[in-house]
């Protein structure tokens, strides 16, 4: 019997975390612990997707929750560390970027465990982003990377994962578009209107700098004028918001589970963000998409002209937003893999884990 900790602390790893550890269950020969280091807290952010996703509740949380990155990822890291040594026979297995992934990376390092990463290869060479650090040392760290697209996998190549760092790099497609083919959207429609648009808005970057989130929000209130503006707000931007003084017209949710997101995104007309998980959920669902982001996660989007991307200036937002319509976008390109990423990673996983 071997034991796979999954390791996670934000929306996107729980939603990845649910396909796959589903498809694990088939596996007799595993065994399964879900560690949550509290990254996301609330009902809305947290709880509500082990519900609805049907995931058990974490073997343990943490439930650290400071706001400072440095403080929160040695809290983890020390946190982490302790709970796995105390578990033989186990790997770790992380995914994506963030600060719950660096310090369970280091903490399974420090332990001597096996670290098995998900999302690997993703590059933006902006090292101001913290995400950039965080990725670039879990895949240094980790024994297995596994990418989601080719060109991630390329990326890795490029940079001697193949060859002279002495990791196994495999390229499996992507857990999200697994979930998004597997949970179907709620059945009802959240907001009335026929045309409106949905945005996301939660990266450090933009909410750190008043100047950004001021031009973001003056151009969604623009935007808003034609065409309704809908945006689940995450619990850092209300924050940010309410510091800096700035007021929106368009309409504002409360953050929304998986289902009643993928509904929302369904019946959207096109998508603003800031998010790489909500801009190949808008790709999956053949949605046209501005990204307020200088340097995506996911440029393979960009190429097939299904999104543009802009700085957070007011007047380029605006005016990028009202070159989306005539984008001559190519959905059909298979970037994120088939939608059985959980497959090829368990089989992958049984090979590794057992020899």
């Given at each position: 019997m071997k034991t796979i900790i999954h390791i996670v602390g934000n929306r996107p790893q729980f939603i990845k975390l649910a396909v796959l550890y589903n498809e694990l269950l088939?596996?007799?020969?595993?065994?399964?612990?879900?560690?949550?280091?509290?990254?996301?807290?609330s009902y809305n952010m947290s709880d509500v997707f082990f519900d609805e996703l049907k995931i058990p509740q974490p073997t343990?949380?943490?439930?650290?929750?400071?706001?400072?990155?440095f403080l929160f990822i040695g809290q983890a890291a020390n946190a982490?560390?302790?709970?796995?040594?105390?578990?033989?026979?186990?790997?770790?297995?992380?995914y994506g970027d963030t600060n719950t992934t660096l310090a369970a990376a280091m903490a399974a390092q420090k332990c001597s465990m096996p670290l098995i990463h998900f999302e690997a290869g993703v590059r933006t060479y902006d090292n101001s982003m913290p995400e950039e650090t965080n990725r670039i040392l879990t895949d240094r760290l980790a024994d297995v990377n596994y990418c989601c697209t080719e060109f991630n996998?390329?990326?890795?190549?490029?940079?001697?994962?193949?060859?002279?760092?002495?990791?196994?790099?495999?390229?499996?497609?992507?857990?999200?578009?697994?979930?998004?083919?597997?949970?179907?959207?709620?059945?009802q429609k959240i907001i009335t209107e026929n045309d409106y648009v949905v945005c996301t808005i939660h990266r450090e970057a933009n909410l750190?700098?008043?100047?950004?989130?001021?031009?973001?929000?003056?151009?969604?209130?623009?935007i808003n004028k034609n065409i309704p503006v809908v945006m689940p707000?995450?619990?850092?931007?209300?924050?940010?918001?309410?510091?800096?003084?700035?007021?929106?017209?368009?309409?504002?949710?409360?953050?929304?589970?998986?289902?009643?997101?993928?509904?929302?995104?369904?019946?959207?007309?096109?998508?603003?963000?800031?998010?790489?998980?909500?801009?190949?959920?808008?790709?999956?669902?053949?949605?046209?998409?501005?990204i307020i982001m200088d340097k995506p996660f996911w440029p393979e989007i960009i190429t097939e002209k299904c999104s543009?991307?802009?700085?957070?200036?007011?007047?380029?937002?605006?005016?990028?937003?009202n070159e989306i319509n005539n984008l001559q976008s190519n959905f059909d390109t298979a970037i994120f893999g088939n939608g059985k990423a959980a497959e090829y990673i368990h089989e992958h996983l049984k090979t590794y884990l057992f020899n």
């Open positions: 088939k596996d007799e020969s595993l065994e399964q612990q879900i560690i949550h280091t509290g990254q996301h807290f343990i949380n943490f439930n650290i929750q400071n706001s400072s990155p982490l560390q302790n709970y796995i040594l105390q578990h033989k026979n186990a790997a770790v297995f992380v996998l390329q990326t890795m190549k490029e940079e001697g994962y193949t060859k002279s760092i002495p990791t196994e790099t495999l390229l499996t497609g992507d857990l999200m578009l697994d979930a998004f083919l597997k949970i179907e959207p709620s059945q750190i700098s008043q100047e950004k989130l001021t031009n973001i929000i003056n151009a969604l209130n623009s707000l995450h619990p850092h931007t209300q924050k940010r918001m309410a510091e800096y003084g700035l007021s929106a017209t368009f309409k504002i949710l409360e953050p929304l589970g998986y289902p009643a997101m993928k509904n929302l995104l369904q019946h959207s007309s096109y998508v603003i963000t800031d998010s790489g998980g909500t801009s190949r959920e808008a790709y999956f669902l053949k949605k046209k998409s501005l543009i991307n802009t700085t957070a200036d007011e007047q380029m937002i605006v005016k990028c937003y």
